[in-house]
């Protein structure tokens, strides 16, 4: 193998990371955007003419974002985390699969909604941005649970910010002196 094949391999494999990466943004976004009630993020994370099928939504872009924000601003708190993600990449087609978990406090603030679930994804790059073309959810498992401070009042001390406000915004970051100590 001669210098042009490896430094050929070294940009294909360079590419590839780069696409993964980048992939990987979209996925977390996503989270960031339900979680943060950001619809600009969420928006984002879709081309325009994307389709989503969510639950017993199923619709485009334009649609979804205004449907997600607004289920996701009925709980006073959510947290999604992907967890395993796998991805195949195909020049400008990337076929996904991402395990979600998540939590909800649910209204009253007693009760934790709490699942697993997967997101199949198809997503393209256009125009050198990668993001959803194609979305469908499918839930693994529920569940309600009681809520606890189990950890204590300090480490409950800063809420998540359901905005701009949230401490993952600002920029430079300053960490606040705690007022409660165990």
């Known amino acids: ?37 950001d619809a600009d993020v969420l928006r984002q994370t879709y081309h325009v003419d994307a389709i989503d099928r969510h639950g017993p939504f199923m619709g485009d872009r334009e649609t979804f974002v205004p449907w ?25 087609i990337a076929n996904a699969e991402s395990y979600c978990v998540f939590f909800v406090v649910m209204p009253g603030g007693t009760k934790l909604g709490a699942g697993a679930a997967r997101y199949i994804d198809e997503l393209e790059r256009r125009d050198g941005t990668w993001a959803l073309s194609k979305r469908v959810e499918v839930m693994d498992c529920s569940y309600e649970l009681d809520q606890s401070s189990w950890l204590g009042p300090a480490w409950e001390e800063l809420p998540p910010g359901r ?10 970051l300053e960490i606040p002196e705690p007022i409660l100590r165990d």
Do not use: Q, W
């Not at 997600?68 to 400008?92: K, M, Q, R, W, Y």
């Not at 905005?163 to 430079?172: M, V």
């Open 1 to 37: 193998m001669g210098a042009s094949d490896e430094l050929a391999d070294l940009i294909r494999e360079v590419r590839y990371l780069k696409d993964r990466l980048e992939i990987s943004d979209v996925i977390a976004a996503y989270c960031r955007g339900l979680d943060r009630l």
């Open 68 to 92: 997600a924000i607004e289920l996701e601003a009925g709980f006073p708190a959510t947290h999604h985390s992907v967890t395993t993600h796998l991805c195949e990449i195909n020049g400008d």
């Open 163 to 172: 905005d701009k406000a949230d401490l993952s915004y600002l920029r430079p």
